[in-house]
T-cell receptor
Framework: KQEVTQIPAALSVPEGENLVLNCSFT??????LQWFRQDPGKGLTSLLL?????REQTSGRLNASLDKSSGRSTLYIAASQPGDSATYLC?????????FGTGTSLTVIP | KAGVTQTPRYLIKTRGQQVTLSCSPI?????VSWYQQTPGQGLQFLFE???????NKGNFPGRFSGRQFSNSRSEMNVSTLELGDSALYLC?????????????FGPGTRLTVT
């Protein structure tokens, strides 16, 4: 069974700092990996999806990378802002279902 | 294009009752997946429906069931509610075809069982 782990569980940084969130998965046989953000009590907002054949995807200040062989993905956030404060979740798609990590709670301090 | 909608947004039920939650996917999306989110277990996959057929199923008891209609709208039913069923229930829709498996989530239904 696929297991997805996210480290760290919580992160607090000053505004303007660049940061990296980590996601690891145990089974490299994935179709894609998707990053989401979730604000308290809300649904998930899709940030980036990386196909299994891709190495990275970029959207604005966000860059996600994927290394299937090592079972790792990272989400890089440049020049963090207070509005980036949220929980970030990664999900590995095995074709049958998405397996979610437990998330990284990010706080950006003004 | 309208996003994924879920109704109701909040629900309070008593142990032993049953509940039905509804999800309307993004227009053109044929796949709807349901998830349960709790503080202790995180996001757990319940099941996925595609073209009115349950295609995948997670490890939940038979009290949890669902269906999908011809317009891709989906409902999830939980019978004989237990306190532990209190959670945020999220649905996600997807085109679910080659190269287009990105999932889009609705705002969720917050279910409280007393």
């Amino acid at each position: 069974k696929q297991e997805v782990t996210q480290i760290p569980a919580a992160l607090s940084v000053p505004e303007g700092e660049n940061l990296v969130l980590n996601c690891s998965f145990t089974d490299s046989a994935i179709y894609n990996l998707q990053w989401f953000r979730q604000d308290p009590g809300k649904g998930l907002t899709s940030l980036l999806l990386i196909q299994s054949s891709q190495r990275e995807q970029t959207s604005g200040r966000l860059n996600a990378s994927l290394d299937k062989s090592s079972g790792r993905s990272t989400l890089y956030i440049a020049a963090s802002q207070p509005g980036d404060s949220a929980t970030y979740l990664c999900a590995a798609n095995t074709g049958n279902q998405f397996y979610f990590g437990t998330g990284t709670s990010l706080t950006v301090i003004p | 294009k309208a996003g994924v909608t879920q109704t109701p947004r909040y629900l309070i039920k008593t142990r032993g009752q049953q509940v039905t939650l509804s999800c309307s996917p993004i227009s053109g999306h044929r796949s709807v997946s349901w998830y349960q989110q709790t503080p202790g277990q995180g996001l757990q996959f319940l099941f996925e429906y595609f073209s009115e057929t349950q295609r995948n199923k997670g490890n939940f008891p038979g009290r949890f069931s669902g269906r999908q209609f011809s317009n891709s709208r989906s409902e999830m039913n939980v019978s004989t509610l237990e306190l532990g069923d209190s959670a945020l229930y999220l649905c996600a829709s997807s085109l679910a075809r080659e190269g287009s498996y990105e999932q889009y989530f609705g705002p969720g239904t917050r279910l409280t069982v007393t």
